[in-house]
């Protein structure tokens, strides 16, 4: 009897232990999962910073040359009715 009860001691102990491995060692797997997600979205959000920059000066480089367009324009309207 006393075999029986030391064996289910040591299964349930093994098992407490096994439980809180696990747990461990899943919350240890998530947590570098989730330092790899945010690093990628860095990276991503970098890119994307980039290309947003870009289309910003592009358009701001054609606003400039439509001031300069209808400038011209003006001028010209302006001499014509002169």
């Given at each position: 009897?006393?075999?029986?009860?030391?064996?289910?001691?040591?299964?349930?102990?093994?098992?407490?232990?096994?439980?809180?491995?696990?747990?461990?060692?899943?919350?240890?797997?998530e947590h570098q999962r989730a330092a790899l997600d945010v690093a990628d979205l860095r990276v991503r959000h970098a890119d994307e910073?980039?290309?947003?920059?870009?289309?910003?000066?592009?358009?701001?480089?054609?606003?400039?040359?439509?001031?300069?367009?209808?400038?011209?324009?003006?001028?010209?309207?302006?001499?014509?009715?002169?």
């Open positions: 009897m006393e075999l029986r009860k030391l064996f289910v001691k040591r299964a349930a102990v093994w098992l407490i232990l096994g439980l809180l491995g696990g747990g461990l060692a899943g919350y240890w797997w910073l980039k290309a947003v920059g870009a289309t910003i000066k592009q358009l701001a480089e054609e606003l400039k040359a439509e001031r300069h367009r209808r400038e011209a324009l003006e001028q010209v309207l302006s001499k014509g009715r002169k």
